[in-house]
């Protein structure tokens, strides 16, 4: 069976590494052929280039980013980009447009995902930049589905948590303490699920451990994009 070329378009190793590993490893299952997976290009610019931008609140620039890791994804053959960033999405207006290649927007990857599970209110976890955004409002207001963020003070923890910690691939216990007991705020404030909306926290927390049922952001991703490559 031929499939097309998928192209991610990173930014943080961590969350790239784990949309990687289940394109490669879930591949199989799908094609129906021992060690099958479509084919896969890897590109991103340093870090600490996004990061500084990001900071700045210099969206332009991002989407610039972006748009320049498609542009080469295109030239090698990638038939469609992803990118495995949840934060780096408020760019994604920006630069789509201008794009070679299409792309799948991971918030509204997940909206479909929680359309067709029935929730009915989310709690958005992520960066602050990412949790104080638009991204996964605009989505899940599309589809009739509530939604909330943590407070402000959980908001600064989380952002320092992924920062300090997860983008490093360093998963300390008691920091995976305190985001299940912020999910367990949500919990009570109504959310009948919890969007994992970094693609490093699905790295930190699994299903089983949380109260509330998640939506990880990196692997559903991933998963269209398999579905995606394979039409």
């Known amino acids: 069976m031929r499939t097309?070329?998928?192209?991610?378009?990173?930014?943080?190793?961590?969350?790239a590494s784990l949309c990687y590993r289940t394109i490669c490893e879930e591949g199989e299952k799908l094609l129906g052929e021992r060690y099958a997976h479509p084919e896969v290009s890897m590109h991103t610019y340093p870090f600490n280039e996004y990061m500084r931008f990001i900071e700045l609140g210099d969206w332009r620039s991002v989407a610039e980013l972006m748009l320049s890791s498609a542009s080469k994804l295109f030239r090698i053959g990638a038939d469609f980009a992803i990118c495995p960033d949840n934060?780096?999405?408020?760019?994604?207006?920006?630069?789509?447009?201008?794009?070679?290649?299409?792309?799948?927007?991971?918030?509204?990857?997940?909206?479909?995902?929680?359309?067709?599970?029935?929730?009915k209110c989310l709690g958005i976890m992520g960066t602050k930049f990412l949790m104080e955004s638009d991204v996964y409002p605009r989505k899940l207001d599309?589809?009739?589905?509530?939604?909330m963020v943590p407070e402000e003070t959980d908001r600064d923890k989380i952002n320092k948590i992924i920062f300090d910690e997860l983008v490093y691939g360093r998963f300390i216990n008691s920091s995976k303490e305190y985001l299940i007991s912020v999910i367990r705020k949500l919990e009570e404030k109504g959310c009948d699920a919890v969007?994992?909306?970094?693609?490093?926290?699905?790295?930190?927390?699994g299903e089983e451990e949380s109260p509330l049922p998640i939506l990880d952001s990196t692997r559903i991703l991933a998963r269209a994009a398999l579905r995606e490559a394979c039409q």
């Open 195 to 205: 969007i994992l909306g970094c693609t490093e926290l699905p790295l930190i927390i």
């Open 87 to 119: 934060t780096i999405h408020i760019a994604f207006d920006l630069m789509i447009d201008k794009s070679p290649i299409p792309w799948l927007h991971i918030a509204e990857e997940v909206a479909k995902v929680a359309e067709k599970r029935g929730f």
């Open 4 to 15: 097309r070329h998928i192209g991610i378009v990173a930014c943080s190793a961590e969350g």
């Open 142 to 147: 599309s589809r009739g589905i509530q939604w």
